[in-house]
Structure formats: structure tokens, C-alpha cells
Nanobody, 124 residues
Framework: QVQLVESGGGLVQAGGSLRLSCAAS????????MGWFRQAPGKEREFVAT????????GYADSVKGRFTISRDNAKNTVYLQMNSLKPEDTAVYYC?????????????????WGQGTQVTVSS
């Protein structure tokens, strides 16, 4: 089992950058594919980015491709989301998630561990 704690959210102006971190406790972090999701007020939680266990492959939602970068450091049990060129529509609670059963998970249902989320607010 793994516990996930996100940090790094905050308020930023449009065009700015933030880096989110997700620290994992528990065993065998490198056995989990990791992902980021987000949920805006009144909307369903949506996929943002995914990274495979060894970090060799990454995937992104079309809405963030070219602006966001997911990475991981298995020695530090941490996954990151670098967010550049932020837009007001990126405002949401961002969740870190871990998947023990899928190589390249992109759907909510493919993740079995979730953090509590960190708020990102982008002002125009």
C-alpha cells in the first residue's frame, strides 16, 4: 500500500509556472505507475498526465500537452508535475494517483491510490 501527499499548489497569474510534488510513503514506489488528475468546481475529475514505473514513457491530456511535464524520482519516492504557461482554465484541485495494476494508466478506474489534492488557482 502507498500513501500520497501533494504539495506545491497555490495562486499564480496567467502565463506563470508552478511545480507540484507528490511524496509517496510505503513500499516499492517504483512498482507503481503514477499520474496526475484535476477537478475544477462543478466538473468531473479529469486525467492530466501519466508516467510509467521506470519513467520511460509519459502521456498527457491534449489540453496540457506542451505546457505540462510529468517526471519522477524513484530514489526520492516522488512524482512531479511541472506546469508552465498556466491558463485560468487550469484552475482546479490537482490529485496525485498511483496504479499498481496498469503499465500506462489514463483512466480514473485504473488507479487505486489517491492523494488528498492541492489547489491550483490561475488568475487572469
Amino acid at each position: 500500500q502507498v500513501q500520497l501527499v501533494e504539495s506545491g499548489g497555490g495562486l499564480v497569474q496567467a502565463g506563470g509556472s508552478l511545480r507540484l510534488s507528490c511524496a509517496a510513503s510505503g513500499r516499492a514506489f517504483s512498482r507503481y505507475a503514477m499520474g496526475w488528475f484535476r477537478q475544477a468546481p462543478g466538473k468531473e475529475r479529469e486525467f492530466v498526465a501519466t508516467i510509467t514505473r521506470d519513467g520511460g514513457s509519459t502521456g498527457y491530456a491534449d489540453s496540457v500537452k506542451g505546457r505540462f511535464t510529468i517526471s519522477r524520482d524513484n530514489a526520492k519516492n516522488t512524482v512531479y508535475l511541472q506546469m508552465n504557461s498556466l491558463k485560468p482554465e487550469d484552475t482546479a484541485v490537482y490529485y496525485c494517483a498511483g496504479s499498481s495494476g496498469y503499465y500506462y494508466p489514463r483512466a480514473n478506474s485504473e488507479y487505486n491510490y489517491w492523494g488528498q489534492g492541492t489547489q491550483v488557482t490561475v488568475s487572469s
